[in-house]
């Protein structure tokens, strides 16, 4: 079943920790990894449309 508003939003955390990799492989300093984690989990969340819940 594929939803239509699916876009692939999950794909963000992953492009976005990727990102947050190569600037800790570049500094060394961790928190870009959780910065990277946190940057993609606010892309990929998507408020739900006006759907009436029964």
């Known amino acids: 079943m594929k ?3 699916s876009n692939n939003s999950g794909a963000w955390i992953g492009v976005w920790t990727a990102i947050g990799a ?3 492989a570049s500094t ?3 928190v870009w ?3 990277g984690v946190v940057i ?3 892309f990929s969340w998507q408020k739900p449309k006006n759907k009436k819940y029964k």
């Open 3 to 5: 939803h239509k508003n």
């Open 22 to 24: 190569a600037v800790f």
């Open 28 to 30: 060394n300093q961790p």
């Open 33 to 35: 990894l959780a910065v």
């Open 40 to 42: 993609g989990s606010a």
